[in-house]
């Protein structure tokens, strides 16, 4: 643990056993690697909350969020499909990790097998204030696409 790491407090569920805690890959890497505690085949266009084997008390303040490993997307087309995928401070369940096969064959997720990246992240709450008019900007109420195709900045 580094000076500025936070301790998230961590259970290991019986199907955790000869797995590894979530780590970093390396130095500068800001998610946390995370194994499956199953085996399971998705078909393609199918989805399955994949076992850890894990269960987290993350600190009040705090989220981790689950994200997509880039290799599996581009080599497999399996990904987290609520990207990223939100983990309370107060759920103490399972770690679970839904994963969708975006792929046109099955894919076998094996026991060990990294599946997806968490990453701690600190949580700031919103609180609304009403107003009935809201300030202009350059871009007003434009929508999707509102910001054009391949048009340059001038703020850049």
């Known amino acids: 643990m580094t000076d500025d790491s936070v301790p998230v407090m961590v259970k290991r569920l019986p199907s955790f056993e000869g797995l590894t805690l979530p780590g970093y890959a ?88 990294r599946i997806a990246q968490l990453v701690l992240a600190p949580v700031v709450r919103a609180s609304w204030l009403m107003l009935d008019e809201l300030d202009e900007t350059q871009r007003g109420a434009g929508g999707f696409g509102s910001t054009g195709v391949g048009v340059v900045s001038p703020f850049a």
């Open 26 to 113: 390396t130095e500068g890497a800001a998610g946390m690697d995370v194994q499956a505690a199953e085996d399971v085949t998705l078909a393609p266009g199918a989805r399955h909350a994949v076992a850890t084997g894990l269960a987290l008390a993350i600190p009040h303040g705090f989220e981790i969020q689950v994200r997509p490993r880039s290799g599996l997307a581009l080599r497999h087309g399996i990904t987290v499909p609520n990207t990223p995928g939100t983990i309370d401070s107060d759920y103490r369940g399972e770690l679970k990790v839904i994963l969708i096969n975006h792929g046109s064959e099955p894919f076998e997720v094996m026991r060990g097998d």
